[in-house]
């Protein structure tokens, strides 16, 4: 049984910095492509950013780049994004996903976590 579990989300001023952490449990022997998608209120769910099973292909979204940073622990079975400068309109549920398209795009992902809620105060 699969299992992605996330972590870290919060209330975080402008400016501020958050990371999240996800946990991908029951995919052994295989290689997959994890990634972070996010979702506001009244807004379809969007990839925000993926990364590879080795690490050495990443995807950030265009408004994203140079604040958010993505990786991975395998040994730990562990995803991470580094949110830094973080603005209002970061503020959404933020999903990990695992067995993602290379594309980073919702359709064709195989799992998803519940979610974690990140809110950036004014």
């Known amino acids: 049984q699969v299992q992605v579990v996330e972590s870290g989300g919060g209330l975080v001023q402008a400016g501020g910095s958050l990371r999240l952490s996800c946990t991908a449990s029951g995919l052994t022997g295989i290689s997959y492509t994890m990634g972070w998608f996010r979702q506001a209120p009244g807004k379809e769910r969007e990839g925000v950013s993926c990364?590879?099973?080795?690490?050495?292909?990443?995807y950030y979204a265009d408004a994203l780049k140079g604040r958010f940073t993505i990786s991975r622990d395998n040994a730990k079975n562990t995803l991470y994004l580094q949110m830094n400068s973080l603005k209002p309109e970061d503020t959404a549920m933020y999903y990990c996903?695992?067995?993602?398209?290379?594309?980073?795009?919702?359709?064709?992902?195989?799992?998803w976590g519940q979610g974690t809620q990140v809110t950036v105060s004014s």
């Open positions: 990364i590879d099973w080795r690490g050495l292909n990443t």
């Open positions: 996903a695992a067995s993602v398209p290379r594309s980073c795009v919702n359709r064709g992902v195989g799992y």
